[in-house]
């Protein structure tokens, strides 16, 4: 993220002032939402518009395998799905009000287990995963219907598992920006031994926020429990974003020898 630095002159009576203005730069932080698997893009709308209400550039679509491409429901599998995010990431990144070194991505369950795999492919600053799901590694490329048949599924999400025990955690730990994970009180889908999963593969992350939404089930159904998330995800972002220019601007302010601080301002008034 970059902040723009420009020297001025203000005529006043005969003379000449200097000043000095910092803005923001003409590009704007990147948010991509990724809907769960059986939801869609109309579930992250509402989100991206508080989300574009603070300066962001936001992008929802649909995944493979739902609304207007739902015959391929059955057969779409992991492959497919993480290249349809590919897609989208790379659409966002061109569009040229978008700061590409300033991307978030927003994952609900199965688009969670998405955006982690995504972090091993291309650059993300910001990361937020709801209720992350978890598969194994194995039968990668099966129709992600068949991932359920599997009866020891529940088993491995209810295990404690290593970074490196799984594609998805291996891609948390290699990851160094910030992140943000939301857990459901009563989720009966991701139990919080996935959560803890997640929390201990994101070793290397220069932050972790960690949230419980208290009476949540995993789907959120209730409207308290969205408003919850809502507040919970825009307020995150916020803080991230704003830093982020904070940090921009002290490093331009430190480029032009101008480092502000109390010990160096004039103590006379």
């Not at 992008?59 to 391929?72: K, N, S």
């Not at 991307?103 to 955006?115: H, K």
């Not at 998330?229 to 032009?256: F, N, V």
């Amino acid at each position: 993220m970059d902040i723009r630095l420009e020297s001025v002159e203000l005529d006043v009576e005969d003379e000449r002032i200097c000043g000095t203005v910092l803005s923001p730069a003409a590009r704007l932080p990147g948010v991509l939402f990724v809907h769960g698997w059986g939801g869609s893009q109309e579930h992250d709308l509402v989100r991206a518009r508080e989300a574009a209400g603070i300066g962001c550039v936001c992008l929802t679509f649909d995944l493979r395998g739902h609304e207007r491409t739902a015959r391929h429901w059955e057969n779409v599998n992991r492959p497919q799905n993480l290249a349809d995010l590919l897609a989208a990431y790379d659409w966002l990144v061109r569009r040229p009000n978008v700061d590409p070194t300033a991307i978030a991505v927003v994952g609900i369950s199965y688009g969670g287990y998405l955006a982690a795999l995504l972090t091993a492919l291309r650059p993300v600053h910001w990361l937020t995963l709801r209720s992350p799901a978890l598969y194994k590694d194995e039968g990668w490329d099966l129709p992600k219907l068949r991932l359920h048949v599997d009866t020891d599924l529940r088993a491995y999400r209810r295990s404690t598992l290593r970074w490196d025990q799984n594609r998805a955690l291996r891609a948390c730990a290699d990851y160094r920006g910030h992140a943000l994970l939301v857990a459901a009180e009563h989720d009966e889908i991701v139990p919080e031994a996935v959560i803890d999963n997640y929390a201990e593969a994101f070793r290397h992350a220069r932050s972790l926020t960690r949230r419980t939404v208290d009476g949540a089930d995993h789907a959120f159904t209730e409207k308290p429990a969205q408003k919850a998330y809502t507040a919970i995800l825009i307020k995150w972002l916020s803080e991230m974003i704003m830093g982020a220019r904070e940090e921009a601007a002290g490093l331009r302010m430190r480029e032009r020898g101008k480092v502000a601080s109390s010990t160096s301002e004039p103590s006379r008034s």
